[in-house]
């Protein structure tokens, strides 16, 4: 990946543009019209220096404009950079756009699939999105496993069979992590446990996990094929304050006080603050998508638990890299990387709506096959089907069955005997009766049967 041009420091435009033979031309810029994000796009100067300026501007006279646009919006951080200079963001038009739809969506009374909300149904869509984060968080970082293999893993339970299953594994361990401390304030520890359960035996070193990177162990980001270095991360002395600076930018209530910061910004934030710092040897992405997520859950972002991230930024990782090169080379304005993350949060919300709408169209065909061609099934079969699609996890004993349906023991139990035997449910002895469960993939063992 190229690193892209940065452009000159906003200081060194306004000494240039504010003096003697400057004057003239600051007239020009000024009089021309400020715009944070011209075209509704908060461009990078590396992509703006390739087109075409409005108003018979000079490119740089553009790049100026902007900037002076974006200065007045820009609003400082407790994140420093090693030399000591802030990172700043903004929210620009896109930004303020992003935001009210994040809202709407996945906060507060959301208008979702039912499957989401009903009590029976939906942990198996929580399950099923935790599993898919979980896969692709680590396939960021080098897992290979296959998506089959890991869901297979997972809802099986068996125990990982090398390091790219470890590092999903811990993944979705993480996830469940996160989710039972959302009434905690975030600590040291608690980043620490967490990277200690991502990287758990996937270290080439086991005692890094869970502690910060040594003076001894220096990491630099950069790019696999040429070796091009991306990111220098703070030393490792700094690394005890910086962690302090960030659990308590994370744990502000946005109460009182002079400033306000949206929960939303505050969590893209922590996600951006610890992939900078990088203050472990590995497992930091894994360990900053996974504080993203418990900050979203906290600030009441409830649908977040059924997104994932990580399969929109897998499908084009490049933009997820490149939004961190704009920030640290155009005087650290994270509002790139927010964008970025917001346009990604916006796609995985009409991910999970386009994915409950198949499904349920899926369950629509499969009911309406059912009745229609199945006709050596009775009333009472084709009922307790049509539940099963829609309750993939209800229990059906023979004595629940006779006192639905008004019928006598052995007829119930003729009823689930045969749904066994043409392979809709399976049986399991629970005590001194047996229970009966939909399989897997049920519709399309509807549609199938013949």
Not at 324 to 346: G, H, P, R
Not at 373 to 390: E, I, P
């Amino acid at each position: 990946m190229r690193i892209p041009e940065a452009p000159t420091p906003f200081a060194k435009l306004w000494r240039k543009y504010t003096g003697q033979e400057g004057s003239k031309a600051l007239i020009k810029v000024l009089s021309a019209g400020l715009h944070a994000a011209p075209d509704g796009q908060y461009r990078h100067w590396d992509t703006l220096r390739h087109l075409t300026p409005p108003n018979d501007l000079s490119v740089e006279e553009w790049w100026l404009t902007i900037k002076f646009a974006r200065t007045a919006m820009l609003r400082e951080l407790p994140l420093r950079d090693p030399s000591g200079t802030p990172f700043r963001y903004a929210l620009p038009d896109p930004a303020l756009q992003l935001l009210h739809h994040i809202d709407r969506h996945a906060s507060g009374q959301v208008a979702v699939a039912e499957p989401v909300t009903n009590p029976a149904t939906k942990n198996y869509y929580l399950v099923n999105s935790l599993t898919e984060e979980a896969i692709t968080s680590s396939q960021l970082e080098g897992a290979s496993t296959t998506r089959e293999v890991a869901k297979e893993m997972i809802r099986s339970g068996r125990a990982p069979r090398d390091r790219s299953e470890r590092m999903i594994f811990n993944n979705y361990r993480a996830m469940n992590h996160i989710r039972a401390h959302l009434d905690e304030p975030l600590t040291k520890a608690f980043v620490f446990e967490v990277h200690r359960i991502v990287t758990d035996g996937t270290l080439d070193r086991p005692d890094a996990a869970g502690r910060f990177r040594r003076s001894a162990e220096p990491i630099v980001v950069q790019d696999e094929i040429d070796g091009s270095v991306f990111h220098t991360p703070p030393p490792a002395g700094e690394l005890e304050g910086r962690l302090t600076a960030l659990c308590d930018f994370a744990n502000e209530d946005g109460d009182g006080g002079e400033t306000f910061t949206h929960p939303l910004v505050r969590s893209i934030l922590l996600h951006f603050w610890l992939a900078y710092d990088h203050p472990f040897v590995d497992g930091n992405g894994r360990t900053a998508r996974a504080l993203f997520y418990w900050s979203m859950l906290k600030h009441g972002y409830w649908l977040t638990e059924y997104l994932s991230i990580s399969r929109i930024l897998k499908k084009a990782p490049a933009k997820y890299s490149r939004s961190f090169l704009y920030t640290e080379t155009d005087d650290n304005d994270v509002t790139y990387f927010l964008l970025a993350q917001m346009s990604v949060i916006k796609q995985a919300i009409a991910g999970l709506h386009a994915y409950l709408k198949k499904k349920i169209a899926d369950l629509q065909t499969a009911e309406a096959m059912m009745r229609r061609h199945h006709a050596s099934l009775n009333g009472r079969q084709l009922a307790l089907l049509s539940h099963a699609l829609k309750h993939g996890h209800a229990a059906y004993t023979i004595e629940k069955h006779a006192n639905s349906h008004k019928v006598v023991y052995q007829t119930a139990r003729t009823d689930l005997l045969a749904l066994e035997a043409a392979g809709f449910v399976e049986k399991t002895k629970v005590g001194k009766e047996f229970h009966f469960y939909p399989v897997p993939r049920l519709a399309d063992r509807i549609k199938r049967f013949q």
